[in-house]
Antibody
Framework: QVQLVQSGAEVKKPGASVKVSCKASGYIFTDYYMHWVRQAPGQGLEWMGWINPNSGGTNYGQKFQGRVTLTRDTSFNTAYMELSRLKSDDTAVYYC???????????????????WGQGTLVTVSS | EVVLTQSPATLSLSPGERATLSCRASQSVSTYLAWYQQKPGQAPRLLIYDASNRATGIPARFRGSGSGTDFTLTISSLEPEDFAVYYCQQRNNWPRSFGQGTKLEIK
């Protein structure tokens, strides 16, 4: 079965960077886009971007352009999200989420999120 | 930017009752809309995609409908495990966006 296992909680100071990992198993890692979605405490969901694990190509939400970097290591079936210049309102749970469809079926990604990691709480506080 | 407005914010019902949740888009998203369920402390779970297609393993009591700007998630007969927060999400326009959620609580 598909599993996405994320790294543990982080506490960072304003201005710092954080890097969250998402290890995938149970499917061919390079066949499905991986998205990142965040959720501030008690708030709704916000899409941040995706990475094509096969090519390394990325697409970022405009709000996060210049601050977020998505990468992957196909040797370890792991995707990474790095967010820089952290602010207090970046405090949130960050999720990785696999696209519903293989990119062989939908080359631009379906932008529906079928399988999710357990989430990683990032707290930004001085 | 497409704004998705969900109503009601909170819905109080009893097990066995029918639930009707609404999601209205500020401009047409065709049928490119999904519904997710989220329980406390858990990640969201995909229920419905392309407005009316149930995701793998989702019970038949969950039904999605609508197109354009008006969408509905109907749960035909509530089970105890259905009480959660529900979000709609569109993939037709940039940026991809979610609604603010409807909390379905036990009456």
């Amino acid at each position: 079965q598909v599993q996405l296992v994320q790294s543990g909680a982080e506490v960072k100071k304003p201005g710092a960077s954080v890097k969250v990992s998402c290890k995938a198993s149970g499917y061919i890692f390079t066949d499905y886009y991986m998205h990142w979605v965040r959720q501030a405490p008690g708030q709704g969901l916000e899409w941040m971007g995706w990475i094509n694990p096969n090519s390394g190509g990325t697409n970022y939400g405009q709000k996060f352009q210049g601050r977020v970097t998505l990468t992957r290591d196909t040797s370890f079936n792991t995707a990474y999200m790095e967010l820089s210049r952290l602010k207090s309102d970046d405090t949130a749970v960050y999720y990785c989420a696999r696209d519903l469809r293989s990119y062989h079926y939908d080359s631009s990604g379906s932008f529906y999120f079928d399988d999710w990691g357990q989430g990683t709480l990032v707290t930004v506080s001085s | 930017e497409v704004v998705l407005t969900q109503s009601p914010a909170t819905l109080s019902l009893s097990p066995g009752e029918r639930a009707t949740l609404s999601c209205r888009a500020s401009q047409s998203v065709s049928t490119y809309l999904a519904w997710y369920q989220q329980k406390p402390g858990q990640a969201p779970r995909l229920l419905i995609y392309d407005a009316s297609n149930r995701a793998t393993g989702i019970p038949a009591r969950f039904r999605g409908s609508g197109s354009g700007t008006d969408f509905t998630l109907t749960i035909s007969s509530l089970e105890p495990e259905d009480f959660a927060v529900y979000y709609c999400q569109q993939r037709n326009n940039w940026p991809r966006s979610f609604g603010q959620g409807t909390k379905l609580e036990i009456k």
